[in-house]
């Protein structure tokens, strides 16, 4: 084959690999990535995409003179170890995080700025920097250095470094972003826990400390009887204290369910909820049931399992709880049972809170037939019904 064939067939492999590149890094920027993976992949991909031996992205601290994170490229495990410090932004890379200016030279050592390598760092030769750039600020720099197969970086080089940069800086904001989000979701929910503490369990403790001195008292006037009965009523407030911590914490904590094993996932829900409401706690299974729902309705009914446990913990009282799922005559039953004290009446009910209308919400976006039965005293059953869906979840 012609030398000059051969040679397209191979820049076309390597303009291939280039544009894969591209294509993960601006898959990167509608992500929700952690910013370290965003920065990988940008770095990866301004490697590919400038043929550099070499590529590391520093992002600079809040003063924006210094690097606080730098992420490479190129180097093994054993080189990064080598080196003594990463670059701290000195030098020609601080001229680029500074001015916000590209720069491109055939040899870094041979530049005015140059201020050397940190020890232990492999000598470098050609070299371009390109400033990441949002709004005015400087997110960080994109470095490529050794061009591969030729003596410098060219002008096509900048162009195409310059591009990757400017959607380099959407990703790493929109990483940022979720970063931020997820945080104050958390302040969010540390509030929100104080909140419920303070208003619900520490009153109710503080209400039977107030009950404990009054018996004191009693026991000083001599009223043992009274006291006796005072102490009852204080040690039943306690243990529905005790209570509401344990459906509290129930409620918290995150169940996460693939939507693959519902039954493995009913019995990890049950065995939760047998340890810390201590409710005797029955399973009915059938592996054949798991098999004839679709892996989305699994998650509905993991969901809806989820809530209605968690509400026979916090309101039901009772002493037994079923959960049932299987396949009868008219479709495959979900069920869950408890001998509680029954819900209020009808429109006490609605005027409460989102769970029940949760799970009739979830019950018809999965086609299921959905229905709440309750006697008062007698307990409550949340029961579902689903066609069969063909084994492959069709
Ligand atoms: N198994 C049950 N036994 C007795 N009462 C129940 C049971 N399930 C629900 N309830 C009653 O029905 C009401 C509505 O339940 P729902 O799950 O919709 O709201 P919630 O549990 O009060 O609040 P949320 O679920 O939004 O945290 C509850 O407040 C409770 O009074
Ligand atoms: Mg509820």
Request: some cysteine.
């Amino acid at each position: 084959m012609a030398e000059s064939v051969v040679r397209t067939i191979q820049d076309v492999g390597q303009m291939n690999e280039q544009l894969l590149a591209l294509r993960d890094a601006v898959l990167a920027i509608s992500s929700d990535l952690s910013l370290t993976e965003v920065l990988h992949r940008i770095v990866r991909a301004a490697a590919l995409l400038g043929s550099a031996r070499y590529a590391a992205l520093g992002v600079p601290d809040d003063t924006g003179r210094m690097l606080a994170e730098f992420v490479t490229e190129g180097l093994s495990p054993e080189e990064v170890a080598l080196i003594a410090h990463p670059p701290k932004g000195r030098g020609l890379l601080g001229l680029i995080m500074r001015e916000h200016v590209t720069v491109r030279v055939r040899e870094i050592s041979a530049h005015p700025l140059s201020v050397g390598f940190p020890p232990g760092h492999p000598p470098m030769g050609s070299f371009l920097g390109v400033p990441i750039l949002y709004k005015g600020r400087c997110l960080g720099n994109l470095y490529l250095t050794d061009k591969i197969g030729a003596e410098e970086f060219t002008v096509g080089d900048e162009n195409q470094i310059e591009w990757l940069a400017s959607h380099a800086a959407i990703a790493i904001e929109n990483a940022r972003l979720y970063e931020e989000v997820q945080r104050l979701t958390v302040i969010e929910e540390r509030q929100r826990i104080g909140m419920d503490l303070h208003d619900g369990v520490i009153q109710s403790i503080y209400a039977v400390g107030l009950q404990l001195e009054f018996i004191r008292a009693l026991l000083e006037d001599g009223e043992t009887t009274q006291a006796h009965d005072r102490m009852g009523t204080a040690i039943d407030a306690l243990n529905n204290t005790i209570r509401d911590i344990r459906s509290y914490i129930l409620d918290l904590r995150p169940h996460s369910f693939q939507g693959n094993d519902l039954n493995e996932g009913l019995r990890r829900l049950t065995a939760d909820f047998k340890a810390n409401s201590l409710v005797a706690t029955e399973l009915q299974l059938s592996a054949e049931a798991n098999s004839l729902v679709s892996p989305e309705s699994r998650l509905a009914l993991f969901q809806i399992t989820q809530e209605a446990l968690a509400n026979v913990a916090k309101h039901a009282r009772a002493t037994k709880v079923l959960v049932r799922f299987s396949p009868g005559a008219e479709g495959i039953v979900l069920e869950i049972r408890d001998n509680g004290r029954g819900l209020p009446p009808d429109g006490a009910v609605k005027r409460m809170g989102h769970g029940l209308t949760n799970m009739a919400q979830r019950a018809q976006t999965i086609g299921a037939e959905f229905n709440v039965a309750s006697e008062p005293g007698k307990g409550t059953r949340i029961q579902l019904r689903l066609r069969r869906s063909a084994p492959d979840g069709e």
